[in-house]
């Protein structure tokens, strides 16, 4: 059976079962030997390093400054977004985005067109009223006085005129025209009896005596007013008629007594507060009409422009949201000087104070530097997920802000204090657990043992031990040094 298998082989694999013959064959064994030899010793070697090499580091007495880090940005001592102060429409833009500008500088124009013709109106107005004062104060002209002096005599004359009645001059001449309207009449009636005897007799037409008395009725009626005319001659002036004239006699006599004493003071007064009225009118027009300009509160850079000419823009408060600020105002402007902005944790806040040196590094300049100090810490706390802290500004120094920008990423340190002759261990080796805090130490047959400890501030990666250890110790900080990337939880849990 075998030696059958061996041709059934040999039928199929001529060329195999040749080349195992031959010297190649053996040698590849044996190379696969010792490979495999090698990896074996290595795997064995490995095992016993991880049980006995562990990475430690002694524990020192050192004396190191305690600094509390945080991340924060890169922000304007000042920022606004600015808009008018009134409702209205861009009539030009003088600035661009990244334009720097001066306190007082005009950086947008807006429609005055209406508020122009309202301030016209408010001068007017003003002149006007002054005029008015100017005129009470001076008084008034002589002339005006002598006219009104012309007046009064001549009404005093008519009153005395009324008061005396009518001349006998007057009356006779009633009289005497009474007496000529009677003859008329008389003569007109006789001439009207010898017509109408003469139309009796046929001598003459009917029209002729109608005529005749239409003249001796004319002549009566002459002779009623005539009669009339001499009563009221006889009788004099009604008593209606004294008192109207007196009354415009005292009129006029208070109208010079005025002209001459001058203008009141509560006149003088009145016309005063008119002109201020018009004043203050003028003012707030003239307010109006500046606040169409729209200038830099300070000195700064134009960070981003909103609004382009022609459009509507509102003024806008500091309590508005960032969305409803952009809408309604027309640019945003932050001052030259800027300030880094960090939150610290309500734990450290007491450490800081206002003046502390504060150094700081920026993504966007690596390996270089910054400095500057704490300008202001809040006075209240802000709480975000349910994490407590405080905005802190530092102020940068204006040398060493150059080439900064407003938004930058920043790590700022506050040095805090400093940790004298102090026990200290590599934060690497302190394990946190529920029960407290402690680090791992080999043991005489080289296993980790667990140490409780107390600590206390950190500061340049290491950890100050207030109780626990001794400063002789040598502590685990890592793995077996051929494990070069250690991953957490190699360390045995701490005992209960």
Partial sequence: AVSSDLVSIRRFYPISLKWLRTKWY??????????????????????????????????????????????????????????????GIIQSLRVEEGDRVRQGQVIAVMDDANLRGELLQMQGQLAQQQAN????????????????????????????????????????????????????????????????????????????????????????AQVEEAQEALALQNAGARPEQIDQAAARVEQQRQTVAELKAGTRSEEIAQAQAQVQSAQGSLQTAQSRLDDTQVTAPFDGVVNEIYAEVGSFVSPSTSVSSEASSSSSSILMLSSSDYQVVVNLPESQISRVELGQPVTFTADAFPGETFTGEVDQIAVQASVTQNVTSFEVRVSVDEAAAKGLRIGMNVEAAFEVGTLQDALLVPNAAVVRTEEGEGVYMLSADNKPVFQPIETGDTAAGQTEVIEGLDGDEQVLIGPPAEDNQPERGLFPPAPP
Avoid at 37 to 42: I, P, T
Avoid at 175 to 203: P, V
């Fill in 26 to 87: 053996w040698f590849v064994v044996g190379v696969l030997i010792l490979l495999g030899l090698r990896l074996l010793g290595g795997l064995v070697a490995a095992n016993r390093s991880s049980e006995s090499d562990w990475v430690t580091q002694s524990v020192e007495r050192s004396t190191v400054p305690v600094v509390i880090t945080a991340n924060g940005t890169v922000e304007g001592a000042r920022s606004i977004n600015l808009s008018p102060n009134s409702s």
């Fill in 133 to 220: 004062l100017d005129k009470l104060v001076a008084g008034e002209r002589s002339e005006d006085i002598a006219r009104a002096e012309a007046q009064l005599a001549e009404s005093e004359s008519q009153l005395t005129e009324l008061q005396a009645g009518n001349r006998s001059q007057e009356i006779a001449q009633a009289a005497a025209r009474l007496q000529q309207s009677e003859a008329t009449l008389a003569q007109r009636e006789a001439n009207l009896q010898r017509y109408e005897a003469l139309y009796q007799q046929g001598a003459i037409s009917r029209e002729e005596v109608d005529q005749k008395r239409v003249d001796r009725d004319v002549a009566q």
